[in-house]
């Protein structure tokens, strides 16, 4: 270890504070940064499959899972931080170890892993690495400010394609990691997407990497892009009043996709059959004026307001003589776990709530 620092014992109500949750690249678990440590859960069933203590690793500001492996990428921050917030480090849960260790000269804003790649997020530049075998800086690639830390890459074995804000307000940035540290001249150009006139403020990416999603500065429009073409396939719309959006989600076979804000409001939208997305009435139109023509949700339901939270789809289900029923989870920064299910006719029901703080219960990996 670089340095140590003596720490004071946590109050419950600090202990359990959240710095950041993710879910892994096949959205079957989540992973929690806290100020008390960290902690990766199962999502369906909902358990604790492993957790990493405040005596250990200190306040976490990132933590980020390999698909259901052993290796964990830690970031430090918050008041009892015990790591720098510019070093990711990673975790090998089986061997309780630390095995590796990346510096920067500036705060990380996020990480991304995949089973060859490591790509860490700073202020104004992506940075590549080989991984974990043999790990080497590969490459690094300017951006725009990018305090959000906004990068998303393809989970895909076959596409290693990854996405971030380009240089231009707005634009989005289409890189393939597999070529990275290529001789200068070997490869073209990266593509870019002109997706928004003002900074995105959230980006995602389907699970085949052939559809990106972004939202708008003030987070009432959602674009979706055809990676391959680069043209807009459909621009649906939250709300008319500004919000953060703060996750945006695919399922798997990009028929639906999910925005959750802070306004306590997700939303559904559908992709592939866009008919079923909610149109404004005759009464509305002189009301609302220009957005008039726009697609909206085809279904939402309501969390608590001002209260962070990030969405993914769980796998659809089905009973029969029923509809097929498909589901979301919400994760919220309270602690809390919703799952929603809905028709495609925009029915929509919560059927299960629990606080997955509470929850001790273990799994194998």
Not at 92 to 106: G, N, T, W
Not at 207 to 225: C, E, M, P
Not at 230 to 241: A, H, M, S
């Amino acid at each position: 270890l670089l340095y140590t620092i003596k720490f004071e014992a946590m109050s419950n109500a600090t202990a359990k504070s959240i710095q950041n949750i993710t879910f892994n690249q096949t959205n079957s678990c989540f992973a929690v940064a806290m100020d008390s440590g960290y902690r990766v859960y199962n999502l369906e069933p909902l358990a604790e499959l492993t957790q990493g203590s405040f005596e250990e690793f200190g306040s976490l500001r990132i933590v980020e899972m390999l698909h259901r492996t052993n290796f964990i990428a830690v970031v430090g921050g918050g008041h009892q931080s015990k790591f720098s917030a510019k070093m990711v480090r990673i975790w090998d849960d089986k061997q309780k170890a630390f095995i590796l260790e990346f510096s920067f000269d500036s705060v990380i804003r996020g990480v991304k892993l995949k089973r060859n790649r490591l790509v860490v997020v700073l202020s104004h530049k992506i940075c590549i690495f080989s991984f974990p075998s043999d790990p080497q800086h590969l490459q690094s690639i300017e951006t725009r400010p990018n305090s959000r830390g906004l990068c998303e890459v393809c989970p895909s074995v076959s596409c290693d394609v990854i996405i971030f804000p380009g240089t231009r307000a707005g634009s989005l940035q289409l890189f393939d990691i597999s070529t990275a540290g290529a001789a200068v001249g070997a490869i073209s150009t990266p593509p870019t997407i002109n997706a928004h006139r003002t900074d995105l403020q959230c980006i995602a990416l389907n699970h085949g990497g052939t559809l990106a999603a972004t939202a708008s500065g003030k987070g009432t429009l959602i674009r979706v892009f055809d990676m391959r073409t680069r043209l807009l396939v459909i621009e649906l719309r939250r709300g008319t009043d500004t919000a953060t959006v703060q996750s945006i989600t695919f399922n798997d076979d990009s028929s639906y996709l999910c925005v959750s804000s802070d306004k306590g409001t997700v939303h559904i939208f559908a992709i592939k059959n866009p008919e079923l997305n909610k149109r404004l009435t005759v009464a509305n139109v002189g009301y609302l004026g220009r957005y008039a023509g726009s697609q909206w949700g085809m279904t939402s339901f309501s969390l608590r307001s001002e209260c962070p939270c990030i969405c993914a789809f769980a796998p659809p289900s089905s009973t029969p003589g029923t509809a097929v029923k498909n589901a979301v989870i919400a994760l919220c920064f309270d602690g809390t776990f919703h799952k929603y299910v809905f028709t495609a006719d925009g029915n929509c029901n919560r059927e299960s709530y629990n606080v997955f703080l509470d929850i001790t219960q273990d799994l194998e990996i």
